[in-house]
């Protein structure tokens, strides 16, 4: 049984849904973006993502285990941009970045530039869990993964030919646009689809996973702010957060640690936090994308400002709710 909790908040004492785990799976999904099957297939896997580390909680599992579940789901289905599925370097590679971190014990594990790590997220566990290390890159990281056992695979199995035609489209675009290097992908889909997980589980721990395959046509050797802790990743004992969204923009605001430490500093709850930053600050510098962010008493948000982002979660009575685009109704957690 899960213990339910209580707090205070605007002067009415709530019960908490506790644990619970929350999701993206990316933002940048626009209506008319994807076919009917395509979305179905995309909430299918949402919502199986969801399942997958509810049940980890559920059998008493941390909020850490939660997190690798989830994501490991997440980089299985080709629907989102990480493990099979990955958007393509300009290059034509898949290059894979992850980043996990423990907001109770403050350890974290990060690896970025791989091109045959399975499931990436469990590098970096297995960076944070058995490594003297905190991040690792390129074929050292593989060459620890193949140590420890983690899955390798042939790099074509993250090839998917939706988001090779991706790459395709971007090529033509750039070539023919005037203003080179503004952007990755001139007049095009920039990024599409990393996926990050939250979990707050029954002893009121936190944590953060966060994992994708960049941006499209990005140059080889680029690292987004998925794998680096504080801009894509972020997790205390307060506060968990994984964004989405144009890296670099991400990288320079440190955009998850400032969520936080909007909390910890400056007594800002979750939703106003995780708002002022991505809907304020990084578009303000140039940026767009999105994030999840959740508290230690069960609060979350799901601020973004493009056209929709993946999204979802799952409390004590395992339930998944999930959403895509930014008028799909997604009932808040309740507090
Ligand atoms: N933030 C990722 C990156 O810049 C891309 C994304 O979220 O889709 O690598």
Same mark, same amino acid.
């Given at each position: 049984?899960?213990?339910?909790?209580?707090?205070?908040?605007?002067?009415?004492?709530?019960?908490?849904?506790?644990?619970?785990?929350?999701?993206?799976?990316?933002?940048?999904?626009?209506?008319?973006?994807?076919?009917?099957?395509?979305?179905?297939?995309?909430?299918?896997?949402?919502?199986?993502?969801?399942?997958?580390?509810?049940? &980890? =909680?559920? *059998? %008493?599992? $941390?909020?850490?285990?939660?997190?690798?579940?989830?994501?490991?789901?997440?980089? #299985? +289905? !080709?629907?989102?941009?990480?493990?099979?599925?990955?958007?393509?370097?300009?290059?034509?590679?898949?290059?894979?970045?992850?980043?996990?971190?423990?907001?109770?014990?403050?350890?974290?594990?990060?690896?970025?530039?791989?091109?045959?790590?399975?499931?990436?997220?469990?590098?970096?566990?297995?960076?944070?869990?058995?490594?003297?290390?905190?991040?690792?890159?390129?074929?050292?990281?593989?060459?620890?993964?193949?140590?420890?056992?983690?899955?390798?695979?042939?790099?074509?199995?993250?090839?998917?030919?939706?988001?090779?035609?991706?790459?395709?489209?971007?090529?033509?675009?750039?070539?023919?646009?005037?203003?080179?290097?503004?952007?990755?992908?001139?007049?095009?889909?920039?990024?599409?689809?990393?996926?990050?997980?939250?979990?707050?589980?029954?002893?009121? &721990? =936190?944590? *953060? %996973?966060? $994992?994708?395959?960049?941006?499209?046509?990005?140059?080889?050797?680029?690292?987004? #702010? +998925? !794998?680096?802790?504080?801009?894509?990743?972020?997790?205390?004992?307060?506060?968990?957060?994984?964004?989405?969204?144009?890296?670099?923009?991400?990288?320079?605001?440190?955009?998850?640690?400032?969520?936080?430490?909007?909390?910890?500093?400056?007594?800002?709850?979750?939703?106003?936090?995780?708002?002022?930053?991505?809907?304020?600050?990084?578009?303000?510098?140039?940026?767009?994308?999105?994030?999840?962010?959740?508290?230690?008493?069960?609060?979350?948000?799901?601020?973004?400002?493009?056209?929709?982002?993946?999204?979802?979660?799952?409390?004590?009575?395992?339930?998944?709710?999930?959403?895509?685009?930014?008028?799909?109704?997604?009932?808040?957690?309740?507090?």
């Amino acid at each position: 049984m899960f213990q339910r909790r209580y707090a205070v908040r605007d002067g009415v004492l709530a019960a908490l849904d506790a644990p619970l785990l929350v999701i993206h799976g990316g933002a940048g999904v626009e209506p008319g973006d994807l076919t009917r099957e395509e979305e179905q297939a995309a909430r299918a896997a949402l919502e199986a993502a969801l399942r997958a580390g509810h049940a &980890r =909680l559920k *059998a %008493g599992g $941390s909020s850490v285990d939660a997190v690798a579940a989830t994501i490991t789901v997440l980089e #299985d +289905a !080709p629907q989102f941009n990480a493990g099979r599925g990955a958007v393509f370097t300009h290059d034509g590679r898949n290059e894979l970045d992850t980043s996990i971190m423990d907001g109770a014990t403050g350890k974290a594990g990060a690896a970025a530039g791989l091109h045959r790590v399975k499931n990436p997220i469990t590098l970096a566990r297995a960076i944070m869990d058995r490594s003297r290390h905190v991040m690792m890159v390129g074929e050292g990281a593989e060459t620890f993964a193949q140590e420890q056992g983690v899955a390798l695979v042939d790099p074509s199995y993250f090839r998917t030919e939706k988001r090779w035609q991706q790459l395709q489209k971007a090529l033509q675009e750039e070539s023919t646009a005037k203003e080179v290097g503004a952007r990755l992908v001139l007049a095009g889909k920039a990024y599409f689809g990393t996926v990050g997980a939250l979990a707050l589980d029954a002893q009121g &721990r =936190l944590a *953060a %996973g966060t $994992s994708t395959g960049g941006m499209t046509n990005k140059r080889y050797g680029r690292v987004g #702010d +998925a !794998p680096i802790l504080g801009a894509g990743t972020w997790a205390d004992a307060r506060c968990a957060v994984s964004g989405t969204g144009w890296g670099e923009f991400y990288i320079r605001a440190a955009a998850a640690h400032e969520i936080c430490a909007r909390v910890r500093l400056a007594g800002q709850g979750i939703v106003r936090a995780s708002e002022g930053v991505i809907n304020g600050d990084i578009p303000k510098a140039g940026g767009d994308g999105g994030a999840i962010a959740l508290d230690a008493q069960g609060v979350a948000a799901f601020p973004f400002n493009t056209g929709g982002m993946y999204r979802g979660w799952i409390g004590a009575d395992g339930v998944p709710h999930v959403a895509i685009y930014r008028d799909d109704a997604l009932p808040l957690p309740a507090y």
